[in-house]
Every structure is written in structure tokens, then in C-alpha cells.
Nanobody, 118 residues
Framework: QVQLVESGGGLVQAGGSLRLSCAAS????????MGWYRQAPGKQRELVARITSITSGGNTNYADSVKGRFTISRDNAKNTVYLQMNSLKPEDSAVYYC?????????WGQGTQVTVSS
């Protein structure tokens, strides 16, 4: 059974930082492309950051809206993917989820809420 458990969200002022973590089990983590997604109220879920598998070099890609502010990384020994978020903006407020890329519906966890106050 696959479990993806996100943590690290919270309330932060604009300009602040947060580090999200996602612990994975039930998958061969190091061979999967992993991503951080977010969903704001009334909006579709979007992929904001992606990191490729160990066999694909661990390369990263970002949505234009977060490029230069967010950094995705992974620790294959801990089966964990991280999202360092700096210079946060109110428009970054959303529930953040991790999943493989492309996302598999059965893998979605509960996510972690990020709220950025202005």
C-alpha cells in the first residue's frame, strides 16, 4: 500500500520561508519521478516542482510562478522529498501535496496547508 505523508506547512508572513517534507512508503522511491503539487480554493491542482529519478539524474523543473523561489530535493535513503519555499507570497497559499509524476490518483495524501499572510 502506497503512503505519501506531507508535513511542514503552516502560517507564515509574506517574504518568509517554509520547508515541506513528504515521506513515501510502498513504492520504489528512488526510481520514481516525484513532484510537489498545490491546490488553492476554487482552482485546479497544479504541479509546481518536479525532480527526476536517481537513474535520470535527479534533475529539477519548476512552474514559472515559483522558479527562483522554491527548491525541490530528495533523499533516496530516507524515501523523502522536500520543498524549500522562500520569498513566499500570498498567492502561494494552498494545500500542498506530493505524488509521483505524473500523479496517480490513488496516491494522493491529505496534503499540508500553507497560508501566507500579506
Amino acid at each position: 500500500q502506497v503512503q505519501l505523508v506531507e508535513s511542514g506547512g503552516g502560517l507564515v508572513q509574506a517574504g518568509g520561508s517554509l520547508r515541506l517534507s513528504c515521506a513515501a512508503s510502498g513504492i520504489i522511491f528512488r526510481f520514481n519521478f516525484m513532484g510537489w503539487y498545490r491546490q488553492a480554493p476554487g482552482k485546479q491542482r497544479e504541479l509546481v516542482a518536479r525532480i527526476t529519478s536517481i537513474t535520470s539524474g535527479g534533475n529539477t523543473n519548476y512552474a514559472d510562478s515559483v522558479k527562483g523561489r522554491f527548491t525541490i530535493s530528495r533523499d533516496n535513503a530516507k524515501n523523502t522529498v522536500y520543498l524549500q519555499m522562500n520569498s513566499l507570497k500570498p498567492e502561494d497559499s494552498a494545500v500542498y501535496y506530493c505524488n509521483v509524476v505524473p500523479g496517480i490518483p490513488d496516491y494522493w495524501g491529505q496534503g499540508t496547508q500553507v497560508t501566507v499572510s500579506s
